[in-house]
């Protein structure tokens, strides 16, 4: 069994090779853990024990060494971390500490991608607008590190010590000096799973040619009402012009392509196209259909059309056949688009 103890001083756990960059300890590897890699094979480390050396990292050094420790242990590998409470007012005024790395019960949900965690309960890290325990995703980045969360301990003050766990919870978030020490046993979780995936650029040329062949399609709809209101007689067509203005603007309304990226405009608001496909053009397209449907059910269209044409209006509409047709012819309207997305 490999066992590692970084930062062991000269103190370092029996049976492990030490490592630490300071000058006057007594270990078996010197190196900068700020930027050296740690000195083992990929995959070959059991268990690695790191007490209070973290801290002293720059902020960089830290998710390097987060990075190695990973690397090297073994699937299932596991990692002991103490580090001084990020609210203890020692470690505030310690100017060997980098205190922008901040050790408290939220620290490594940035390095797990699960919803919950069985370490502590959900009252100890969720909050209104964050309830998930995993965070890894949260800088819209992805880092190839995965860990569980197996253990925490808090080493509370002696004033504090005797309090029930709900009386310390809201000690630990109203109080400083309430917690001196923290402790972590991490599990490493491998493979790495992939929360973010590289952009899918055919699902975004999808979805713009969805976009497109359904404005076509709804240009038919507007064409058809069209049609069948100013082949009224004048007599009774005002009484449907108002309903045909309402399809116009809904249709006039529909979000455009924004140059030429895969973006769409509306309002002059910029949006994905999968906003467009979810919220507006069925907003749009449930509005419209409504309102042909009552041009459908109330004009009579054989009264006053010859009776071929009326055949081929209520066929169109009832069908779809000619908007189908209309829907194909669309495709030249996006190649460009799929030319820039592909590039």
Not at 155 to 167: D, G, H, V
Not at 191 to 206: F, G, Y
Not at 218 to 228: E, K, P, Q, V, Y
Request: charged share 20%; hydrophobic share 40%.
């Amino acid at each position: 069994m490999l066992i590692v103890d970084i930062g062991a001083g000269r103190r370092k756990l029996p049976g492990s090779i030490s490592i630490d960059f300071s000058p006057f300890a007594d270990v078996d590897y010197a190196i900068d853990l700020n930027t050296d890699p740690l000195p083992f094979d990929d995959n070959s480390v059991d268990y690695i024990h790191s007490s209070h050396c973290l801290e002293h990292l720059t902020l960089k050094g830290f998710m390097h060494v987060m990075h190695e420790i990973y690397r090297v242990l073994k699937p299932n590998g596991q990692c002991y971390i103490g580090a001084p409470y990020f609210s203890n007012p020692i470690n505030w005024a310690n100017p060997f500490h980098d205190n922008r790395i901040c050790f408290n019960e939220h620290t490594f949900r940035f390095f797990s991608s699960v919803p919950t965690t069985k370490a502590m309960p959900l009252e100890d890290y969720s909050t209104t607008y964050c309830q998930a325990w995993g965070l890894r995703y949260s800088a819209n980045s992805e880092i190839e590190i995965e860990f569980e969360l197996l253990h925490i301990n808090y080493a509370y003050s002696p004033r504090y010590a005797s309090l029930t766990s709900e009386e310390r919870r809201k000690a630990r978030r109203a109080l400083s000096d309430v917690v001196e020490n923290i402790s972590f046993v991490l599990r490493a979780v491998k493979p790495c799973p992939k929360i973010l995936l590289q952009p899918d650029l055919d699902q975004v040329v999808q979805e713009i040619v969805f976009i497109e062949t359904k404005r076509v399609e709804l240009g038919g709809l507007l064409h058809d009402a069209r049609h069948l209101v100013y082949n009224l007689p004048l007599a009774v067509r005002s009484n449907y012009e108002i309903a045909l203005r309402k399809i116009e603007e809904e249709f006039n309304d529909l979000p455009i392509k924004y140059l030429s990226g895969p973006l769409y405009s509306w309002r002059n608001i910029l949006i994905p196209p999968f906003e467009v496909i979810h919220i507006n053009l069925p907003n749009v397209e449930t509005t419209m259909k409504q309102l042909i449907v009552t041009l459908r059910e109330n004009l009579h269209v054989s009264s006053y059309l010859p009776a071929q044409l009326s055949k081929t209006i209520k066929y169109t509409l009832s069908k779809g056949s000619l908007l189908h047709s209309i829907a194909a012819s669309c495709w030249h309207k996006v190649r460009g688009l799929l030319f820039f997305l592909r590039q």
